[in-house]
């Protein structure tokens, strides 16, 4: 059965989830996090990609970038990959896989999504109980994007930005949005698009996306959402 494509385009957002094989860790200490994240950064700058939120969970990743190129995304991950796994392999003695075959990704809607998905990355370990709140977590973007310390390679996006007229302004603004988690529609509907590759948005970006690619996009999963501990 042939893959299944993934669909970008310059300019749009794209939300990127990557899990461990099996869902085993892909994280094992503090140098681990410090080297995949130096690979982030060199890979943002390589392949023009504008990484505006991530979260490094023990067994899977989230990314919110924007690409220039469309094969950008594709680039980025696969240089990352290409240089953490072998990492892991040589420092703990193991071989074969590290990650649960591809990557997945889903198109990104700005207007009425994007925030949507920052926060849904950016929540990740409190939805998970490692922590009570997101400042509390040391590796994900969340310090940068709520003030507390700025990360060098991430970028503020345009919706981002048009939260204050200012830095604190911005940054008030934007922890106001995580006094409480996202409902449990937006949650199913962020879930069902980066697993299966669909669009993230209303009908009129849909179409839009389809206009430009020439061909459908993918599908959401129908019927009644699964349970789930956590992300």
Same mark, same amino acid.
């Given at each position: &059965? *042939?893959?299944?494509?993934?669909?970008y385009?310059?300019?749009v957002?794209?939300h990127?989830?990557?899990?461990?094989?099996?869902?085993?860790?892909?994280f /094992?200490d503090?140098?681990?996090y410090?080297? $995949? !994240?130096?690979?982030?950064?060199v890979?943002a700058?390589?392949?023009?990609?504008?990484?505006h939120a991530f979260?490094?969970m023990?067994?899977?990743v989230?990314?919110? #970038?924007?690409?220039?190129?469309?094969n950008?995304?594709?680039? /980025? &991950?696969?240089?990352i990959?290409r240089?953490y796994?072998?990492? +892991?392999n040589?420092?703990?003695?193991?071989s074969?896989s590290l990650?649960e075959g591809? $990557?997945?990704?889903?198109?990104?809607? @700005?207007e009425? $999504?994007? !925030?949507?998905?920052?926060?849904?990355? @950016?929540?990740n *370990?409190?939805? =998970?109980? &490692?922590?009570?709140?997101?400042n509390? $977590?040391?590796w994900s973007s969340?310090?940068?994007?709520?003030?507390?310390?700025? #990360?060098?390679?991430l970028?503020?996006?345009?919706?981002y930005?048009?939260l204050?007229?200012?830095?604190?302004e911005?940054?008030?603004a934007y #922890?106001?949005?995580?006094?409480?988690? !996202?409902?449990?529609?937006?949650m199913r509907? +962020?879930?069902d698009?980066?697993?299966?590759?669909?669009?993230l948005?209303?009908?009129? /970006?849909?179409?839009q996306?389809?206009?430009?690619l020439v061909c459908?996009?993918g599908? =959401?999963r129908?019927?009644?959402p699964?349970?789930?501990?956590?992300e």
């Amino acid at each position: &059965m *042939p893959r299944k494509s993934r669909f970008y385009l310059p300019g749009v957002p794209v939300h990127i989830v990557q899990r461990g094989h099996c869902r085993e860790p892909v994280f /094992f200490d503090r140098q681990d996090y410090v080297t $995949y !994240l130096h690979w982030v950064k060199v890979s943002a700058k390589k392949y023009e990609v504008s990484v505006h939120a991530f979260v490094l969970m023990t067994n899977h990743v989230h990314f919110l #970038i924007t690409p220039s190129e469309v094969n950008n995304p594709s680039l /980025f &991950m696969q240089y990352i990959g290409r240089r953490y796994v072998p990492y +892991i392999n040589h420092k703990y003695g193991r071989s074969g896989s590290l990650w649960e075959g591809r $990557y997945k990704a889903s198109l990104v809607q @700005e207007e009425g $999504y994007f !925030l949507k998905v920052m926060k849904y990355i @950016e929540l990740n *370990p409190v939805r =998970a109980s &490692m922590v009570d709140a997101p400042n509390l $977590y040391r590796w994900s973007s969340f310090c940068h994007n709520g003030g507390a310390k700025a #990360i060098e390679f991430l970028t503020c996006h345009d919706i981002y930005l048009s939260l204050g007229s200012s830095k604190s302004e911005r940054t008030d603004a934007y #922890i106001e949005l995580f006094k409480y988690d !996202l409902c449990a529609q937006d949650m199913r509907r +962020i879930r069902d698009s980066w697993q299966t590759g669909t669009p993230l948005g209303n009908d009129y /970006f849909l179409e839009q996306v389809e206009r430009q690619l020439v061909c459908k996009v993918g599908q =959401a999963r129908r019927g009644r959402p699964r349970i789930r501990k956590s992300e």
